[in-house]
């Protein structure tokens, strides 16, 4: 079972994605957004094959994060990583690392196809 680890602040939106992946069979678990070096550690700790993590986060910014994930080299656990904004800010998330981009509004077809073809 593919696991993914949810990282965004707006609540609404958490609950939304927990409940959708789970009826697609998906393993979910979800990060709070407190801090950036506390966030940075529960992703490197997590078992997850994919990460979902909105850019626009409170407290910090997801494509920093990205960045920080990056950086642990071989050191860190090779998981997919799958930004959403709603602005189209793609080439900046391949650039720094992301392996999909999806500009929010998006259908849940499209989420469900990208985790697929990336699991």
Do not use: W
Request: glycine content about 4%; aromatic content about 4%.
């Amino acid at each position: 079972m593919t696991k993914v680890l949810i990282i965004e602040d707006d609540l609404s939106m958490r609950s939304l994605l927990k409940t959708l992946l789970e009826i697609e069979k998906f393993q979910v678990n979800v990060l709070e957004v407190n801090n950036e070096d506390d966030l940075v550690s529960q992703i490197h700790k997590s078992d997850a094959d994919i990460v979902l993590m909105d850019i626009n986060l409170k407290n910090t910014d997801g494509l920093t994060i990205l960045r920080r994930i990056h950086q642990g080299g071989a050191q860190h656990r090779k998981f997919r990583v799958i930004m959403t904004s709603g602005e189209d800010r793609k080439q900046e998330c391949l650039i720094a690392g992301a392996d999909e981009f999806l500009l929010k509004p998006y259908m849940p077809a499209d989420l469900i196809q990208k985790l697929k073809s990336s699991s």
